[in-house]
């Protein structure tokens, strides 16, 4: 009798990975919605806020920012997909270890900054140096740290302010405003956290796409550049001056008639020169005289 109970027991028994299915998590937008893991589920309600852990180095494909680690929490599922939400980021212990040195000085800081959108997010920056510093140094770089933070923070939204950090240029901003006060080595956000998420919608640019020309307008192009290029030997003539009519109808007759006689070939004023050098011969031939005068 007991083992029959037993077979009547497993066989209602179900398998619990069979009613599962499979769904694809995503990255939000701001990060062109990549799929970064798997996830089952008997439930779809079950999977919202799990957690997801994912390299920057397996969404951008860069060795680089393997270094990067970012959080993202599940927030809503359309059919086998689940869309998540930016929480956090941190840096590697191993990457923090090469950072910091005997003999050197390390100032950290934590500040909660207000974006644009509304959103609130904790910021924690830290900076090296080549040796030890004192702490009125000290002072004067958390201080400027805190003006550059803030400042980005309020002319951004959170995914511009989010990909400001990422890609390294909040620490490059800080690294060259400290460098006035003191040499620092390197300056790196180590951690973030979002503890307000953006209450303020707010439209951002999209990216503007080349639109590439088709082959009609591209023949049509070729056609009009064939009809703009001269040919060689209408390059060679100069273009003859066209004088309007008005303006000949406007010159004076004196100015004409000046113009006119300059024009006179250069052969016919040494003919001129030439007949008046030569005598007359009325001048040169003297008459003969008559018998008749010659006899008296």
């Known amino acids: 009798m007991a083992k029959a109970r037993s077979r009547a027991a497993a066989r209602k028994v179900?398998?619990?990975?069979?009613?599962?299915?499979?769904?694809?998590?995503?990255?939000?937008?701001?990060?062109?919605?990549?799929?970064?893991?798997e996830t089952l589920a008997d439930d779809p309600v079950k999977l919202n806020d799990r957690v997801t852990e994912v390299s920057l180095q397996d969404i951008?494909?860069?060795?680089?920012?393997?270094?990067?680690?970012?959080?993202?929490?599940?927030?809503?599922?359309?059919?086998?997909?689940?869309?998540?939400?930016?929480i956090g980021h941190t840096l590697t212990s191993d990457y923090l270890r090469r950072m910091i040195r005997r003999r050197r000085s390390k100032i950290d800081g934590v500040y909660d900054v207000k974006t644009r959108d509304g959103a609130r997010i904790r910021v924690k920056p830290f900076a090296t140096t080549d040796r030890r510093i004192q702490n009125s140094q000290r002072k004067v770089i958390r201080f400027t740290m805190r003006k550059t933070i803030f400042s980005k923070a309020r002319a951004m939204t959170l995914s511009e302010f989010v990909k400001y950090i990422i890609e390294g240029k909040l620490g490059s901003d800080i690294y060259k405003s400290c460098k006035v006060f003191y040499p620092v080595r390197r300056v790196e956000i180590y951690k973030t956290q979002v503890l307000q998420q953006p209450t303020i919608e707010i439209?951002?640019?999209?990216?503007?796409?080349?639109?590439?020309?088709?082959?009609?307008?591209?023949?049509q192009d070729d056609i009009s550049s064939e009809e703009e290029i001269p040919s060689e030997e209408e390059s060679e003539e100069p273009a003859e001056e066209e004088i309007p009519e008005s303006v000949e109808e406007d010159i004076p007759e004196e100015e004409i008639s000046e113009e006119v006689e300059e024009e006179i070939p250069e052969e016919e004023e040494e003919k001129?020169?030439?007949a008046s050098s030569e005598p007359d011969e009325d001048d040169?031939?003297?008459?003969?005289?008559?018998?008749e005068e010659k006899k008296e």
């Not at 009613?19 to 919605?33: R, T």
């Open 14 to 37: 179900k398998d619990r990975w069979k009613a599962k299915n499979w769904y694809n998590v995503l990255a939000p937008a701001s990060f062109d919605n990549v799929t970064i893991a």
């Open 60 to 86: 951008t494909n860069d060795f680089r920012k393997s270094h990067i680690k970012l959080f993202f929490k599940v927030d809503q599922i359309e059919d086998n997909n689940a869309k998540t939400k930016y």
């Open 203 to 219: 439209e951002e640019p999209k990216p503007v796409v080349e639109e590439e020309p088709t082959e009609t307008e591209e023949s």
């Open 272 to 274: 001129k020169e030439q």
């Open 284 to 291: 040169s031939i003297e008459p003969e005289e008559s018998e």
